[in-house]
């Protein structure tokens, strides 16, 4: 597996752990030089939406990864997190509605948590 699926796969599997809402894996690397994937997931308040941007961040530092910088945890309504190949966003319901980050990288290819582990 190679380093950004896995990267991906950790990511993932924490913001389930936190019961993440509507976790979307993009592959983004054949239509952007930004990144290999990203991901999207929404809480239903602000503090589930701090609890899986601090679940990723711990997860990602056991598995060896640590991200180049972390945006938005405060107001916790858009947190970016940015491990360079791989860029978490964890959103509140709203604003993924509102910033809808699937339309515009619909060019992606939407890959789910299962091909990542193959």
Same mark, same amino acid.
Request: aromatic fraction near 6%; glycine fraction near 4%; charge should be negative.
């Given at each position: 597996?190679?380093?950004?699926?896995?990267?991906?796969?950790v990511a993932c599997r924490a &913001?389930? =752990?936190k019961k993440g809402e509507e976790?979307?894996?993009i =592959? +983004?690397?054949?239509?952007s030089? &930004?990144? =290999?994937?990203? +991901?999207i997931a929404n809480g239903e308040n602000s503090n589930q939406v701090q609890a899986?941007?601090?679940n990723v961040e711990e997860e990602m530092a056991k598995a060896g990864y640590h991200p180049a910088q972390i945006e938005g945890y405060q107001a916790a309504r858009w947190v970016l997190l940015d491990y360079k190949d791989v860029v978490v966003h964890v959103f509140s319901k709203e604003d993924r509605r509102f910033y809808d980050l699937e339309r515009i990288w619909r060019d992606g290819k939407f890959i789910s948590e299962k091909? &990542?582990?193959a």
């Open positions: 597996m190679n380093q950004s699926k896995e990267m991906a796969s &913001l389930e =752990d976790v979307t894996v =592959d +983004i690397s054949g239509v030089c &930004l990144a =290999d994937y990203f +991901i899986m941007v601090d091909e &990542l582990e």
